[in-house]
Nanobody, 124 residues
Framework: QVQLAESGGDSVQAGGSLRLSCAAS????????MAWFRQAPGKEREGVGA???????LYADFVKGRFTISRDNAKNTLYLQMNSLKPEDTGMYYC??????????????????WGQGTQVTVSS
């Protein structure tokens, strides 16, 4: 059974930083695409970024230069380092996994496994 568990969400002021973690179990962590999504109240879930089996990382344009995705295969853990946070970064952040090494276009419908989410709130 695949389980994803996010942690690290918090309330911070604009310009601050947070590091989210996603602990995975029940998957061959190093062989699949892992991703971060977020959802603000009243908005659709959107892809933040993803990392595939070869370690290639893609980011949404709105986070480039501010967020960094990494993975520790030995710990089966995915990370999202978020710097220079803005109020518009507020939302629930989700970890997701695909049954493939390929990340595609970072569409939520293509990811079969999801965590419960961790809340990030950025105040101005």
């Amino acid at each position: 059974q695949v389980q994803l568990a996010e942690s690290g969400g918090d309330s911070v002021q604009a310009g601050g930083s947070l590091r989210l973690s996603c602990a995975a179990s029940g998957v061959t962590f190093s062989s699949i695409c892992m991703a971060w999504f977020r959802q603000a109240p009243g908005k659709e879930r959107e892809g933040v970024g993803a990392i595939n089996k070869p370690g290639i990382i893609l980011y949404a344009d709105f986070v480039k230069g501010r967020f960094t995705i990494s993975r520790d295969n030995a710990k089966n853990t995915l990370y999202l380092q978020m710097n220079s946070l803005k109020p518009e970064d507020t939302g629930m952040y989700y970890c997701a996994a695909r049954d493939s090494w390929y990340c595609g276009q970072l569409r939520a419908a293509e990811f079969a496994y999801w965590g419960q989410g961790t809340q990030v709130t950025v105040s101005s």
